[in-house]
């Protein structure tokens, strides 16, 4: 159910910003772009997380899965409230770490790509 709640959510976001993008003239744009940029700097934390954690995955690990992700969705986040409240000029460290994690997202996509391709499902799970 939670999982149907967020995703509902984060498709009526982008829609709600999408159209309000195309409607709203230039000059009054800037609260939207300043809500993208939010998120936009959280992708390749949250992407680098996800990855890490499909990679790692331990069925027998609940907290330790729950704590790893817990720490990427709070970089995640303030790395984002930072993108908003600093001003244009002080971002640069935001910048550096989102593009630490960036750098990274192509060698872990390619792991779980191959995870995914050659493993089967009932026996990753499976303790060895």
């Known amino acids: 159910m939670c999982n149907k709640i967020l995703a509902a959510a984060t498709v009526l976001i982008g829609l709600l910003l999408g159209i309000l993008a195309m409607s709203l003239p230039v000059q009054h744009l800037k609260p939207i772009i300043e809500i993208s940029r939010f998120f936009e700097v959280m ?3 949250l992407a680098v997380g996800a990855l890490l954690r499909y990679l790692t995955h331990c069925p027998y690990a609940h907290t330790m899965n ?4 817990a720490c990427f969705i709070f970089i995640a986040v303030v790395l984002g409230i ?3 409240v600093l ?5 640069e460290i935001v910048i550096l770490i989102s593009r630490f994690f960036e750098i990274m997202l192509p060698v872990f996509a390619v792991g779980a790509l191959i995870k995914f391709l050659t493993c089967c499902p009932k026996s990753c799970d499976k303790k060895d």
């Open 66 to 69: 729950t704590v790893t992700s």
């Open 43 to 45: 992708i390749p934390v």
């Open 82 to 84: 930072l993108a908003v």
């Open 87 to 91: 001003p244009v000029r002080s971002i």
